[in-house]
């Protein structure tokens, strides 16, 4: 893989862990929560682990892309990076 490649699987790697340090954060912070809640909570978490999930995947998909697919599989990491973004946000202001 050539540098700029590297650097960005790199970079995207580095903001999927980041979101998943942040979902980490708020499961600590739905055990706190009161049963009603926490059910809830709990099924909004597993659809985030479920994006991470997609999101891990794609990454390496990118990771092993030809020079081919490159752009059309950036283009769909940062699709799916960003609703991951959005959907931790949103649940992170719910909480």
């Known amino acids: 893989m050539s540098k700029r490649r590297d650097e960005q699987v790199a970079k995207i790697k580095l903001q999927l862990d980041e979101l998943n340090a ?3 954060e708020l499961d600590a912070k739905v055990k706190d ?3 009603d809640a926490r059910d809830k909570y709990k099924e909004a978490m597993g659809k985030l682990r479920n994006q991470s999930q997609l999101a891990v995947a794609k990454l390496d998909e990118l990771k092993t892309s030809g020079e081919d697919k ?3 599989t950036v ?3 940062e699709k799916i990076r960003d609703a991951f973004t959005h959907s931790v ?3 992170k ?3």
């Open 33 to 35: 929560a009161k049963d």
């Open 70 to 72: 490159w752009d059309a």
């Open 22 to 24: 942040k979902m980490d």
């Open 89 to 91: 946000h949103y649940f």
């Open 75 to 77: 283009a769909e990491m």
């Open 93 to 95: 202001s719910q909480v």
